[in-house]
């Protein structure tokens, strides 16, 4: 066969199975291009029954994080059920996982060949772990903070185990020291953040596609409540600026001391030296 008609036929059994590339390009290898000895091929591998599970929604499981001098991962992996997320094989799953994350500086393909404990790579374990359990199971997302020019920071809520929970918080600091305020400060940040869940450090850093919606929900807002349109515009800026101010980090009010702001503190601990460079905050199932 053909290059292109390999290609054809690997896509065929894709969409057929849901398989990956790699395992269809496989199949079709061995089966000479034969599709229906290719799914054949896919489902004594069990990997074709694992995969058509892939159509139901995982919105379950739990995040991972990992850190080790002063480099740190976090980690999302979906399951279909609470039920599945407390067991103990996959709780094992996602801690090994969640290391070779760290060790792989959060990149997913480099993760995925990694070799696990029992020298298989994640993405066969994957695919093992789905047969024997039964439910459609994602790696679903990742991320990574080097040590370089900062000082990182993580929070688990509602921890099944160390560093294994829900909701998961990673930050980074720049121009901060080692000390104790600072890292008092650090974890300090991480929970205000799995509490209030901002969506962008500043105002620069939100997504223009959620500004222009909340605009569209206020104006309608504001037309269907009959008040004046002379005064709608000024109180439409009101809102608006309310709305920046409630998700974006450095203006909400700090959770711990509510009468200042985030920058507020930022300021009384580093002089303005301190800045946020970045956050994450993975919560299962979030947005799915």
């Known amino acids: 066969m053909s290059s292109d008609n390999i290609l054809e036929k690997v896509k065929m059994l894709r969409e057929a199975t849901g398989v990956g590339f790699k395992d269809c390009k496989i199949a079709i290898d061995e089966t000479k291009g034969d599709i229906d000895k290719a799914i054949e091929f896919l489902r004594k591998k ?12 995982a919105a379950d499981g739990l995040v ?16 279909e059920t609470d039920f599945v997320a407390k067991n103990e094989e996959f709780i094992k799953f996602v801690e090994e996982v969640s290391q070779l994350t760290l060790s792989n500086s959060g990149k997913i393909e480099k993760v995925l060949a990694s070799n696990m404990s029992n020298n298989k790579n994640v993405n066969d374990n994957l695919v093992a772990l789905i047969s024997k359990i039964g439910e459609k199971i994602t790696i679903r997302r990742c991320d990574f903070f080097s040590d370089q020019d900062s ?6 809520h509602t921890a099944i185990k160390k560093n294994i929970g829900k909701i998961g918080v990673i930050v980074s ?3 901060a ?4 305020n600072i890292t008092t400060f650090g974890k300090q940040l991480c929970m205000h953040i799995a509490a209030l869940s901002p969506l962008a450090i500043d ?15 206020i104006t309608e807002e504001l037309k ?3 008040k004046d349109p002379k005064i709608s515009d000024k109180i439409s800026i009101g809102k608006l600026n309310k709305f920046i101010n409630d998700n974006t980090l450095l203006n909400q009010e ?4 509510p009468k200042k702001k985030v920058k507020d503190i930022l300021k009384e601990i580093g002089n303005e030296q301190i800045k946020i460079n970045k956050f994450v905050r993975f919560k299962v199932g979030e947005g799915i």
């Open 46 to 57: 069990g990997i074709a029954k694992a995969n058509k599970k892939m159509e139901r929604v």
């Open 203 to 217: 105002k620069e850093g939100l997504d223009e596609n959620i500004l222009q919606k909340e605009k569209e929900i």
């Open 64 to 79: 991972g994080i990992s850190e080790n001098n002063n480099k740190i991962s976090i980690l999302e992996v979906n399951s």
């Open 254 to 257: 700090w959770i711990i001391e």
């Open 177 to 180: 020291k080692n000390n104790e």
């Open 224 to 226: 269907n409540s009959g």
């Open 151 to 156: 000082m990182n920071f993580s929070y688990m």
């Open 173 to 175: 600091l720049q121009g």
